[in-house]
């Protein structure tokens, strides 16, 4: 054989012709895989707002913010502010609770890529404690030897 008449094909190009669809299959399925995930990440919407004492109007700290039995939820921070976020879209019960002050209820509803802002005035509230009995005997105590 001349070298005239040879010619060359790099490694690069001689692949097999049944390797073709596999990469096409996994190409596929990594498409189908990552989908369903950008879908689902617009269907969610997120929740923000300010927590004030609504005697003073001061910023309330540590109060828990939550959606009633979807488990999302977020404490407000010093400045009173709060966020949650990857909300599912629909109407959802909003509830705030902290220690001393009354709980609030509010409906809310989330659509989709947007935040919904709900600021909650939340007044005091003493907690009612059950009382305590403690009874003894007198003249039953000894003195340590």
Do not use: W
Not at 116 to 136: H, K, N, P, R, Y
């Amino acid at each position: 054989m001349s070298a005239a008449s040879f010619t060359h094909t790099p490694a690069r190009q001689r692949r097999h012709p049944a390797y073709a669809p596999c990469a096409t299959m996994a190409v596929l399925v990594l498409i189908a895989v990552a989908l369903p995930t950008g879908v689902s990440a617009q269907a969610t919407g997120a929740i923000t707002g300010a927590v004030k004492q609504s005697g003073n109007l001061r910023p309330l700290s540590a109060a828990q913010v939550y959606i009633s039995g979807l488990g999302l939820g977020s404490l407000t921070g010093d400045n009173g502010r709060y966020l949650v976020s990857s909300v599912p879209v629909g109407t959802h019960q909003l509830v705030l609770e902290r220690i001393g002050f009354r709980t609030v209820r509010r409906q809310v509803t989330v659509t989709a890529g947007e935040t919904q802002v709900v600021d909650f005035s939340v007044a005091e509230e003493a907690l009612g404690l059950e009382e305590i009995v403690v009874t003894g005997e007198a003249g039953a105590a000894r003195r340590r030897e």
